[in-house]
């Protein structure tokens, strides 16, 4: 028998086919409230180190596509984790070799949970973008088919662990107020900087199930750039040619470490507990570095970072990205949980699912003040002395960027600039 396909959104939302009950307002929660996480710390490093390989993973296979690029892995892998909540057998062991998950169901599930609350626990009185206070939230949410039956076991780990109720709609008879809804939802979590994360005709009267993650983050720099300092200056792209953007510069005392054809900065943000990585390739090399850029060779980078005097000079951006990652993760390994074969009998007890895709949206914006930034997934489915000399870094040329947590080490998100324009 022909399995229902189960669509995937990600971007902090995730959809599939086949599932329960509520709309946007109405929701069924599970009777269990969401657990205070006890992972081990073992286990978080686990997590993130995994994440971090995911995330640069995915960049090579993203990377090829044209111009900028932004996305938070993140999302991605927490709105597949849920997804994966619900994977058996073969299914299950190419999903997390896809996603590099490297812990059991149980202490997977536990560690994105205490990840997600050291997250929410950042930048308490801190200041935002724009005179904004300080904001990182990650939040979930599940969409169900009404009258459709899932195990009660699946929405117990999905509310202990991710804080998710299960909300009802009627895919069947009311798909595209139903894509509205969840739309909504989506641009509400994340300040309207997402919006129609699901496309049309991505939810059918196949769709049973949509899972959503969303993560926004506004936040202001420890050292704000003076605005009196930004002057227009060159970029040059990756064609030879040149565009004229507003560049900022400060002299400050921040990370910084150089290598074999690059040079990187760190830029903290207010409170210190989150940054902003800053990994410039020489000119010309953009391609083979970011060929050779894995989870190792980044944490080799990061490691590096040590307190030092630097002349910045930084263009300011904004753009958004989106993505269909149905190619991208069957590449990495997973095409079984898009295929017949696929296996999520831990959602409703049978093997008549399967993920239909998976979309991701991300948004940043990046000025003298700080830096804003959001994304969406869905699945339809320091310490050491200070060098005396002063190092200068100018970002006049393509370049790559990744927001991140200190103490943990996560990767929230991931980006390139090719032309800040």
């Known amino acids: 028998m022909k399995k229902i396909a189960i669509p995937i959104i990600l971007a902090a939302a995730m959809l599939f086919s086949g599932c329960a009950k509520p709309t946007y307002g109405e929701e069924l929660k ?65 999903m997390a070799d896809a996603l590099s998950f490297s812990l059991s169901q149980a202490d997977l599930h536990a560690a994105f949970n205490y990840l997600d609350a050291a997250l929410a626990s950042r930048g308490q009185d801190a200041k935002g973008k724009d005179d904004q206070p300080l904001v990182l939230k990650v939040v979930n949410a599940i969409w169900g088919q009404k009258d459709f039956t899932f195990t009660a076991d699946y929405l117990d780990l999905l509310a202990q662990n991710y804080g998710a109720g299960l909300r009802i709609l009627d895919f069947i008879k009311s798909p595209e107020e139903s894509r509205r809804t969840i739309n909504e939802w989506v641009a509400k979590e994340t300040e309207q900087r997402i919006k129609d994360l699901i496309p049309q005709g991505s939810i059918n009267e196949l769709t049973q199930l949509v899972l959503t993650n969303a993560v926004y983050f506004n936040g ?30 400060q002299t400050e005392s921040m990370g910084y470490a150089s290598g074999p054809g690059y040079q990187a900065v760190e830029l903290k943000y207010d409170s210190g507990e989150l940054s902003m990585v800053i990994i410039l390739p020489e000119a010309g090399t953009l391609s083979s570095f970011e060929s050779g850029l894995d989870g190792q060779k980044l944490e080799k980078i990061i490691d590096g970072l040590k307190a030092n005097s630097v002349n910045l000079t930084m263009p300011k951006f ?19 949980a898009f295929s017949d074969n696929a ?8 093997t008549d699912l399967q993920i239909q895709d998976v979309v991701h949206k991300a948004f940043i914006s990046v000025n003298e003040a700080g830096t804003e930034a959001a994304a969406a997934s869905g699945v339809v489915v320091g310490g050491t002395s200070m060098p005396v000399d002063q190092a200068t870094v100018t970002l006049d040329h393509p370049f790559l960027f990744l927001i991140r947590d200190i103490a943990t080490g996560a990767v929230i998100f991931t980006g390139r600039v090719t032309d800040p324009s």
């Open 220 to 249: 202001g720099w420890l050292t704000p750039f003076d605005k009196a300092l930004t002057r227009d200056g060159s970029f040059f792209l990756l064609s030879g040619q040149k565009v004229n953007v507003p560049m900022m510069n």
């Open 318 to 336: 904004e753009f958004d990205s989106s993505f269909g990652l149905k190619s991208a993760l069957s590449t990495l390994g997973m095409p079984i």
């Open 30 to 94: 599970s009777d269990k409230a969401r657990l205070i996480s006890n992972a081990s710390a073992s286990d978080t490093a686990a997590l993130v180190a995994g994440n971090t390989d995911f995330a640069m993973a995915l960049y090579q296979v993203l990377r090829e596509q044209d111009g900028n690029l932004f996305y938070s892995p993140y999302s991605i892998s927490e709105a597949l984790a849920m997804t994966w909540g619900g994977a058996r057998n073969e299914t299950e062991k190419r």
């Open 343 to 350: 296996d999520f009998s831990g959602m409703d007890g049978k």
